[in-house]
């Protein structure tokens, strides 16, 4: 469907089935965001697959394209990307609100998407569940104990290490760096990062907003993310002065990618987003 009155958008409603009783609130409707500038169907059809599953249990399910991203032309209302993001959620909740009565809402996003997510429900009380897929995040002391310790198991960087072929021991030591071995190795940041937040301050504002708030909070953690995150409980390091309490469900999936291509992983995170949307009253 085409909608939107400051910016044309593009969505797919996928219906729940069973559809809910007339009688009550009925279950929040769920809506799915962009991976960066990949559209609607998700990376490996992953919002495809979150969609029907997850209308499977009852929930109205809304996947559509960011203004510029997918089957929805470039804006034209002259926001910048950051704000124009958040101005096509709040168009999109307007829209389901008008035409199918939902009132409350619960987004769902991989890595940028996950940081829009975030950041739209910071400023839309219609929104009751947020899940975050690999958000941006900051390292903590313990983060670089880690991967000391991951490093030190590998028999390829112990080798690098008494062979002086590290390049940081060269570095340290004054020795030259060959050319195809000077980069850091710490990954790619995530994409959209310069968009979304910039600093540990104001994602605590933000998820200390949610949590006043009451909103249920679904945050997800895969190996591709180690580069910044690697063991379970860093997220609650990263904001030791914010009590969730029992409104937040964490996980690290170690071995789980990314973009949860692996059937078996995807499997597991749809099941646990499933169970995780019907525990919201």
């Known amino acids: 469907m085409s909608y939107g009155q400051r910016t044309r958008l593009t969505g797919i409603l996928t219906y729940a089935d069973p559809a809910p009783a007339d009688d009550g609130?009925?279950?929040p409707c769920v809506v799915l965001l962009n991976a960066g500038i990949v559209h609607k169907v998700g990376p490996g059809r992953l919002n495809v697959e979150l969609a029907r599953r997850i209308a499977a249990e009852g929930f109205d399910v809304f996947r559509f394209d960011f203004a510029g991203v997918?089957?929805?032309?470039?804006r034209t209302d002259g926001q910048d990307l950051s704000a124009g993001v958040l101005s096509d959620v709040r168009e999109t909740l307007d829209h389901l609100e008008r035409t199918l009565g939902h009132q409350r809402f619960i987004v769902m996003g991989l890595c940028s998407g996950a940081d829009n997510g975030m950041r739209a429900a910071e400023l839309d009380e219609r929104i009751v569940g947020v899940a975050l897929f690999d958000p941006t995040i900051d390292r903590t002391r313990r983060w670089f104990w880690e991967a000391l310790k991951a490093k030190c198991r590998s028999a390829d960087y112990l080798r690098s290490i008494l062979?002086?072929?590290?390049?940081?021991?060269?570095?340290?030591?004054?020795?030259?760096?060959p050319a195809l071995e000077s980069g850091d190795g710490e990954g790619e940041q995530p994409e959209l990062y310069q968009v979304t937040y910039a600093d540990?301050?104001?994602?605590?504002?933000?998820?200390?907003?949610?949590?006043?708030?009451?909103v249920h909070l679904f945050v997800t953690f895969t190996g591709?993310?180690?580069?910044?995150?690697?063991?379970e409980t860093q997220f609650l390091d990263v904001y030791p002065?914010?009590?969730?309490?029992?409104?937040?469900?964490?996980?690290?999936?170690?071995?789980?990618d990314h973009a949860f291509l692996d059937a078996g992983h995807r499997r597991r995170l749809i099941d646990?987003?499933?169970?995780?949307?019907?525990?919201?009253?």
């Open 25 to 27: 609130p009925g279950a």
């Open 70 to 74: 997918g089957d929805s032309p470039a």
């Open 163 to 177: 062979t002086l072929r590290n390049p940081a021991l060269r570095r340290r030591l004054g020795l030259s760096v």
């Open 200 to 214: 540990r301050p104001r994602i605590t504002r933000c998820l200390q907003s949610l949590v006043d708030r009451k």
């Open 224 to 231: 591709s993310w180690d580069f910044i995150y690697n063991y």
């Open 241 to 256: 002065g914010i009590s969730f309490a029992d409104r937040l469900d964490l996980s690290f999936r170690p071995d789980a």
């Open 272 to 281: 646990d987003l499933t169970t995780w949307c019907g525990a919201i009253p």
